[in-house]
C-alpha cells in the first residue's frame, strides 16, 4: 500500500487497529464481532490471502473468482492490508467488495 493511499486511509486503518485490541479484550457488541467474524470467514477463503495479508502480487475476477499474476480487465488487486485490522475497520471495504458497508444499513 502506497504511502499516499495509508495517509488518505489513516482513520479507518487506526480504527481496526484498535477494534482488532478491543477484541482481545472483549470490548466489542456481539453484533459487531458477528460482522467482523463473517468477514474473516470470507478472507479465510479468499485466494488472494497470504497469511495475514492481502496479497498484492495477486488479482482475482470478483464474479468467476479466477486468479492472475498480471493485471487483466475486471480483475482486481489484492489491496496489502494486514487482514485481522482490516476486516474490523468499520469502514473498510474489500477491493473485490466481497464483504463491506455492513454498518451503513
Do not use: D
Request: aromatic content about 8%.
Amino acid at each position: 500500500m502506497g504511502l499516499k493511499k495509508v495517509f488518505n486511509e489513516r482513520e479507518s486503518i487506526l480504527q481496526g487497529h484498535i477494534n482488532e485490541l478491543k477484541s482481545k479484550l472483549n470490548l466489542l457488541s456481539n453484533n459487531e464481532e458477528a460482522v467482523f467474524m463473517y468477514r474473516s470467514e470470507i478472507c479465510n477463503k479468499c485466494p488472494l490471502k497470504n497469511g495475514n495479508t492481502c496479497n498484492t502480487k495477486k488479482w482475482i475476477h470478483p464474479t468467476t473468482l479466477t486468479v492472475s499474476y498480471n493485471r487483466k480487465q475486471g480483475y482486481i488487486n489484492g489491496c496489502g492490508c494486514r487482514l485481522s485490522a482490516k476486516i474490523r475497520s468499520k469502514k473498510s471495504i474489500c477491493p473485490a467488495k466481497f464483504w463491506g458497508n455492513e454498518f451503513n444499513q
